[in-house]
């Protein structure tokens, strides 16, 4: 396992750089991530390459068993290219260019950036080629920070659409322009959609998938050189978790293997479900096991900061990722920079450059994942429950949320949350996947229906899976068009119910419902579908005297499946625990343990049928799980005995005996 440091030498003196390997290796570090905003410091000026510090800095570290992942540096340009080569920055929507000095400022249709960044990714690659210690390539960094209006990205939205279109016809009926009159006649006429507040949902839509495009082409111009000049070295990129700037499983394609970038301490202690559910799409993004790129060690923060780890946190976040399907972990960073924006954005060492707690810290996690490390290998994530993740409906809902406060992010973590706290393993999957491998499938807000999705998860119910569906589903069809049917469209006879009517709620109105089969009750708020059960039965219905002939949450039987439905947003918690305690038992799911609040759990097998529990107290306190079965905890050699105490952020493996 590879276990290491985000490491920065030319923020240091070279008599330094000894020092920080040694410790380094103390520590039970065997890579680092280097040079991905080192762009200057290789190229200084235009065409005149200098590696030679690079060298020195990478042949201390291959002394003491280190080995390196190099960043293409194109993410934070030199002054020289937007000095030379204006048309590189960005340019906002009022026509004004960006002002050189932060980073990721570039715009991705300039040819000349395209050029001058494929110029030094090859540089780098063949200079690197044969360096024993580099293993392999980080893209640029974290790719996905808006977008360009310039006119060189107008023109290419253009030729991007006829590429999708064909012929303006096609656009006009995809776009549905005959709406305001907005029917355009030529290519030329089509502009950079402006604002999410007024212009063509459909347009928007598009442009939100063309920038995508831009991303994953710019990164693709790397992957060629990479993929040539060094053939033998492995390709990522870090990726930002929930994220949803981009559509990530493009970007994921081609790369080897997937990293993220996890930092969840910000406020007071929480259970960390956010990471949870992040590190399960970077898993799906790929189908398989991932690296953390960069990882919290300190207070993060440019102006104002976070607070800092507490003590056993930096062990317990990166136990989180592990018990995910992480195989590589990789701290942010090595030592705090003492210059700069991100001065107080913290290391594992501080400005004084001593190894202390969060040091010491995550030596001892590095130890015990090296400890770990034979037992997992080859081990990941089995689940029977898979939630789709559709970032075009992120996209759509963004122009059109429907209600105040609609976000896709926010729904998806209500049915994640309690799948979390059931202890159930969950896969993150693209609308297109394989549902046949899963018992559940979890489908929040699938507002962008296409009729073959539809169709797909019909089938999946009718040959015996179990859908949970819930507000404006099936509402638009790929391209944005409302479709003309009741809805949910395709999804209604797996569900059971039609939809003819339903309206968003203002915040201060709500409404009661309850339930002799989801027994509670709970307050409906946000959104109302007005469901009419055709072969449903209702779980909850509404008590107001004008919503009690329909209902609220429904459960079919469609072929040997059930088909759920939510129709508003529940405010309670526990009716979503209470949902998918049904759910589950409906679907033959059973969770190995049951687990207190505050406990997560996930269950990391090989194909031989070899498993290990992960166990993490995300709580300040004490708490006490029941543990049926004989166990060993591979952490501390004990036994478990029917329960087992988790100490304040504690971790316990579990192997059965």
């Known amino acids: 396992m590879y276990i290491g440091v985000d490491y920065y030498p030319e923020h240091w003196v070279p008599e330094r750089w000894e020092t920080d390997a040694t410790l380094m290796e103390q520590a039970g570090f065997n890579v680092v991530r280097l040079a991905e905003f080192a762009w200057v410091m290789m190229e200084p000026e235009e065409g005149r390459f200098e590696f030679g510090w690079l060298d020195d800095a990478l042949a201390i570290l291959a002394r003491h068993g280190i080995s390196a992942i190099l960043g293409t540096p194109t993410a934070a340009m030199p002054a020289w290219v937007a000095r030379k080569y204006p048309e590189t920055l960005q340019m906002k929507q009022d026509g004004m260019r960006d002002v050189w000095g932060v980073r990721k400022q570039n715009c991705f249709s300039s040819g000349a950036y395209r050029l001058l960044s494929e110029r030094i990714t090859r540089a780098m ?166 690296w953390i790129m960069e990882q919290t060690a300190g207070p993060g923060g440019w102006g104002s900061m976070g607070r800092n780890p507490r003590p056993g946190e930096i062990r317990s976040v990166a136990f989180q ?156 069809d790929a391209s944005g068009l409302c479709h003309e049917r009741t809805l949910p469209g395709r999804l209604s006879k797996a569900l059971g119910i039609e939809i003819p ?44 005297w004008h919503m009690q002939p329909y209902a609220a949450v429904t459960r079919n039987r469609f072929g040997a499946g059930w088909g759920y439905y939510v129709g508003t947003v529940v405010q309670e918690d526990s009716f979503y625990d209470a949902l998918f305690a049904d759910v589950l038992e409906k679907a033959g799911c059973h969770p190995l343990l049951k687990l207190p609040n505050g406990v997560e759990m996930t269950v990391r097998s090989s194909e031989n049928g070899t498993c290990y529990i992960f166990l993490l107290n995300h709580l300040e306190e004490p708490v006490e799980v029941t543990v049926p079965g004989d166990y060993c905890n591979l952490l501390s050699g004990e036994v478990t005995t029917g329960s087992l105490k988790l100490e304040r952020f504690a971790v316990a493996v579990l192997e059965p005996r």
């Open 125 to 290: 690659a063949e200079h690197f080629v044969d360096t024993t210690n580099v293993i392999g390539w980080q893209t640029d960094n974290e790719f996905g920070s808006g977008s360009c209006c310039c006119e060189s990205c107008r023109n290419t939205f253009q030729d991007w659409l006829r590429t999708r279109y064909s012929t303006v016809d096609e656009l006009n009926r995809a776009w549905g322009t005959h709406f305001w009159g907005h029917r355009v006649q030529t290519w030329g006429e089509i502009t950079i959609p402006a604002n999410k507040e007024s212009y063509n949902p459909s347009a928007l839509l598009d442009w939100e998938r063309f920038v995508s495009w831009q991303n994953v082409r710019f990164q693709a111009d790397q992957l060629r050189i990479l993929r040539q000049a060094c053939p033998q070295h492995f390709v990522t990129h870090n990726f930002m978790g929930l994220n949803n700037s981009l559509n990530y499983y493009d970007l994921a394609a081609e790369l080897d293997f997937v990293t993220w970038d996890n930092y969840p301490v910000w406020g007071a202690p929480d259970v960390r479900r956010g990471s949870s559910a992040a590190a399960d799409l970077m898993r799906g993004l790929k189908g398989q096991n991932y």
């Open 321 to 476: 990722q592990v018990a995910h399907g992480a195989d590589g972990m990789v701290w942010f960073r090595w030592r705090t920079c003492t210059a700069g924006r991100e001065q107080y954005w913290h290391g594992l060492l501080g400005h004084d450059g001593l190894p202390l707690r969060r040091y010491e810290e995550a030596a001892q996690t590095a130890r015990e994942l090296h400890a770990l490390a034979p037992k997992l290998a080859g081990t990941t994530l089995k689940s029977e429950v898979g939630m789709i993740y559709d970032y075009e409906v992120v996209w759509a809902l963004q122009s059109q949320p429907a209600f105040n406060g609609n976000d896709f992010v926010t729904d998806f973590m209500r049915y994640y949350s309690a799948l979390f706290n059931a202890g159930v393993n969950v896969d993150i999957l693209q609308p297109s996947a394989d549902f046949t491998k899963y018992k559940v499938i979890v489908a929040p807000q699938l507002y962008l229906l296409p009729d073959a999705v539809a169709d797909a998860l019909t089938a999946f119910v009718q040959a015996g899976g179990v859908l949970v569906s819930d507000i404006r589903t099936g509402v638009k």
């Open 501 to 544: 009517e339903y309206e968003a709620m203002t915040d201060n109105v709500t409404y009661a419902i309850t339930g002799a089969l989801l027994t509670g009750d709970f307050t409906a708020s946000k959104f109302a579908d007005w469901i009419t059960p055709t072969t449903a039965e209702t779980l909850s219905g509404y008590r107001p």
